[in-house]
């Protein structure tokens, strides 16, 4: 069995910056390709980042590229999303996702394990 447990969410400004943490529980860990989806009320979950198991390539929504940095640590079963410059079209719920096959897919139905979502929310 294999748990997604998100963190990190919360009330930041605009402009300023949150790191989101989502920690992989199971009795293995294996090469998942993670990613970060976030779903603002009344729209559809879109894809906002994702990172091969070793690190690179990783790949981005261009609505946050330049802004949002994906990584991970594998000895720590963790993968964090740093956002900068947040802007209040940034906020959402955002979900950490896994998928078992290596490469990088933008498709949330590609995407076999899912966290209960952290919520960010930016000020204007």
């Known amino acids: 069995q294999v748990q997604l447990v998100e963190s990190g969410g919360g009330l930041v400004e605009a402009g300023g910056s949150l790191t989101l943490s989502c920690v992989v529980y199971?009795?293995?860990?294996?090469?998942?390709?993670m990613g970060w989806f976030r779903q603002a009320p009344g729209k559809d979950r879109e894809f906002v980042a994702a990172?091969?198991?070793?690190?690179?390539?990783?790949g981005y929504a261009d609505s946050v590229k330049g802004r949002f940095t994906i990584s991970r640590d594998n000895a720590k079963n963790t993968v964090f999303l740093q956002m900068n410059s947040l802007k209040p079209e940034d906020m959402a719920d955002y979900y950490c996702?896994?998928?078992?096959?290596?490469?990088?897919?933008?498709?949330?139905?590609?995407?076999?394990?899912w966290g209960q979502g952290t919520q960010v929310t930016v000020s204007s």
């Open positions: 990172v091969v198991w070793t690190g690179s390539p990783t």
């Open positions: 199971g009795r293995t860990w294996n090469p998942f390709t």
């Open positions: 996702a896994a998928r078992t096959y290596t490469n990088i897919t933008y498709y949330a139905n590609d995407y076999l394990y």
